[in-house]
């Protein structure tokens, strides 16, 4: 490479380098800009909780005061049961309102307004008709109200000649707890006092804080700014005053300057980017040009084609390319014919053992020679090797490891039987089987090497795997029409090992002799789908009777399921003519049964799980009858309780003693019934016969405590203070002012 090509290359792709640096540079910026955005959302959300906080701590703690004065001091009392005439009261008025104040700073003025003469004592004290606040008070006088909440910002001016002020007002009346007052206290708050108590918190040339009422009108704003050109971090609804409170940056000085340059540095990242990709875009372009060229004509001769089309990732190694192409065809040509060897072999195999096509003999002798099998003798046995419990094999091991095993099983069957001296073609002719047709020696006794070949290869297995085979075994077979009838023998063998146990060699002699008893399954399958609906447990005989009978027939997996699918139709028969809740019952059971159906492996495992699913199910037809029954009870308990409240020895106990039902059902029924519990129930009857005889009644609050159950007037007293939040002389004097 000469110097001149080395500076082109060099200067063409020196301004993508400094475009790159400037998107960093950029994206810096960004992050940092984004880091400090976060800081401030998080200061001001600090910020306006702090302002809330404040704000509602120290009008609640004045409310607070107003109300303590209120309902605690006989100087209130005393000016508001007095005329005006009484001068030595107003003072001792005056001087409360004064103690207010020096107190609560915030305070900008206070009155109290008495309605029967319209006297008011304070700020602008005189008669209604005079008072400049009148407007603000005539509704309350009218419709004999309190305010009881803080009014919005509003003006107020004592006399005529001073400047209003703004303030935000509470107005209480007087008495508390009474409709009828006879008088009204109003404190007004100003709000240039609590803003200048909330201006230390915050700098307002960085950030503001708007406070509005519920009107949207500002109660504290740090400047004159149009809040619609803000930008928002925090906002939050005072849940004491419900005024809601906006902070953001000022947008002004500094921080409007910052965030004016991260939008052009934003813009300028923007530009840089789309330049350095037309750039690059338009170098490559021009600098490929010669080396596409050169590549086009070496294709042009090459006779070497590409599939897809495409050119080569790298023009400069088109030729070592080309000859990597050629070498990595021909390799996998002959993994491809290897793979079809393979698959031609099986695909064989399953033919002449399945006889799903017709081969004569000649043509099996042929194959042999074709698939190198070389058998050891003209007799020959099948063996048929499947998978215990296949599902639970999938679900352990990987799809990958799954075919490592099964390899390794083929390799062990040949293996044992080479030692045997036999020869052997194994094939898996399904994911759980592997078959097998086995040659040995014409001298060898067949049923003994085959016994003793099928039993090493299912101990091998056990000893060597975490999983187990069951092997099924018949022969002696000369002609491949009799190794095809033995592969079906073995195969059919295998159906049996539901009833003779897995992990073992199934020979065509256990089998031999049994007899199916149909008529014997179906009268107790009947049995057993009218005995599961009864509340004993009966059902458990005739389910051992079904197994036993299985067993001693020796029944094949499809006669099994056969029978299960004929219990499962009676179960379904059975419940359907049962109420809802039966059925609901049995449509959970019957969720299990179809599972069960699906994976069960051998009798006793299904034996077992049979009676788990009827015992559950037993179970919960018990819990229906006995709700059934409950339902019926706890009416009646309650209608007891209704008539019975009075009786101070009415408990849960009491109940339980009277009705033959356990304490602790009549709880829980009692609340599935009505939602709650007994002693909740049981003291709100009495309460409520309690409120009934306080308001209509003279009689004294110990012979109400009596007749609603109470012998202890402070058990009553304590009761009904929970219940109602005052106590029973209380509540009289309020039904009887």
């Known amino acids: 490479m000469n110097s001149n090509w080395f500076r082109r290359l060099l200067l063409s792709y020196l301004p993508a380098f400094f475009i790159v640096i400037t998107i960093l540079f950029a994206v810096f910026l960004q992050a940092l800009n984004e880091q400090n955005r976060r800081e401030a959302i998080k200061a001001n959300e600090f910020l306006a909780q702090q302002v809330i906080r404040y704000t509602d701590n120290a009008l609640k703690t004045l409310d607070y005061r107003i109300l303590r004065d209120i309902l605690s001091t006989p100087v209130l009392q005393h000016f508001f049961r007095v005329n005006s005439n009484d001068v030595y009261g107003n003072i001792q008025a005056m001087d409360l309102m004064e103690d207010w104040k020096f107190n609560f700073p915030i305070i900008d003025s206070a009155y109290f307004l008495r309605v029967d003469d319209r006297f008011v004592l304070g700020d602008g004290a005189g008669q209604t008709t005079d008072f400049q606040d009148e407007p603000f008070l005539l509704p309350f006088i009218e419709q004999h109200r309190d305010l009881g909440v803080w009014t919005g910002k509003r003006t107020y001016k004592p006399y005529p000649s001073e400047r209003p002020t703004e303030v935000i007002t509470i107005v209480r009346g007087y008495p508390h707890f009474a409709s009828a007052k006879t008088g009204y206290i109003v404190v007004n708050v100003s709000l240039s006092k609590l803003r200048r108590a909330i201006a230390p918190m915050y700098n307002p040339d960085l950030t503001y804080v708007r406070m509005s ?350 029978l299960l699918q004929f219990l499962h139709q009676q179960l379904s028969r059975v419940f359907l003519e049962l109420s809802k809740e039966y059925r609901d019952a049995w449509k959970d059971a019957e969720a299990e049964w179809l599972r069960l159906e699906s994976e069960w492996e051998t009798v006793h495992e299904l034996q077992s799980a049979c009676g788990s699913i009827f015992c559950a199910l037993s179970g919960e037809l018990q819990k229906v009858r006995d709700s059934q029954r409950n339902r019926a009870v706890i009416g009646d308990i309650r209608t007891y309780i209704e008539k019975s409240y009075a009786n101070p020895e009415l408990s849960l106990d009491h109940l339980s003693d009277r009705f033959v039902i356990h304490a602790k059902n009549i709880s829980k029924l009692f609340k599935e019934e009505f939602g709650g519990n007994f002693v909740d129930f049981l003291i709100g009857l009495r309460m409520d016969h309690a409120k009934r005889m306080l308001q209509k009644s003279d009689k004294s609050l110990q012979e109400i405590s009596a007749e609603v159950g109470y012998n202890n007037y402070n058990s009553f007293n304590r009761a009904f203070k929970n219940s109602t939040g005052i106590s029973p002389s209380d509540y009289r004097k309020q039904a009887h002012p």
């Open 213 to 562: 009422d519920g009107d949207g009108a500002s109660l504290v704003s740090g400047n004159a700014e149009d809040a619609s050109s803000r930008s928002v971090f925090s906002h939050y609804v005072s849940p004491y005053t419900g005024w809601e409170i906006d902070s953001g940056p000022a947008n002004r000085g500094l921080t409007r300057m910052a965030l004016d340059l991260y939008n052009i540095w934003f813009i300028m990242a923007l530009a840089a980017v789309l330049l350095g990709a037309i750039w690059v875009v338009h170098v490559t372009r021009r600098n490929y040009r010669p080396i596409s060229q050169l590549v086009a004509l070496i294709r042009t001769s090459s006779w070497i084609q590409q599939d897809d089309g495409k050119p080569a990732a790298n023009e400069f190694g088109f030729i070592r390319g080309a000859l990597e192409h050629f070498m990595e065809e021909t390799k996998k040509n002959r993994q491809q014919h290897q793979e079809t060897l393979i698959l031609q072999k099986k695909h064989r195999f399953q033919e002449a053992l399945e006889g799903v096509v017709p081969i004569r003999e000649a043509e099996w002798q042929a194959d042999l020679i074709r698939y190198n099998v070389n058998p050891a003798g003209p007799q020959a046995f099948v063996l048929i090797l499947e998978i215990d419990r296949y599902n639970r094999f999938v679900a352990s091991y990987h799809a990958q490891d799954q075919s490592i095993l099964k390899f390794l099983l083929s390799s062990a069957v040949q293996e044992m039987v080479q030692l045997h001296g036999a020869s052997v073609w194994a094939e898996w002719t399904a994911d759980r089987r592997l078959s097998a047709v086995v040659w040995i020696r014409e001298a060898e006794d067949g049923a003994k090497l085959r016994d003793a070949i099928g039993e090493q290869i299912v101990e091998w297995v056990r000893g060597n795997l975490s999983f187990t085979v069951t092997l099924g075994v018949h022969g002696m077979a000369v002609s491949l029409e009799e190794i095809r009838r033995s592969g079906d023998i073995a195969g059919n063998l295998l159906s049996y090992k539901a009833v003779l146990g897995t992990a073992r060699l199934i020979r065509p002699e256990v089998i031999e002799g049994t007899q199916p008893r149909i008529h014997e399954f179906f009268g107790t399958i009947h049995a057993l789908s009218q005995a599961v609906r009864l509340p004993e447990s009966g059902w458990l005989k005739h389910l051992d009777e079904l197994f036993k009978q299985i067993h001693d027939s020796v029944s094949s997996r499809k006669e099994i399921e056969s």
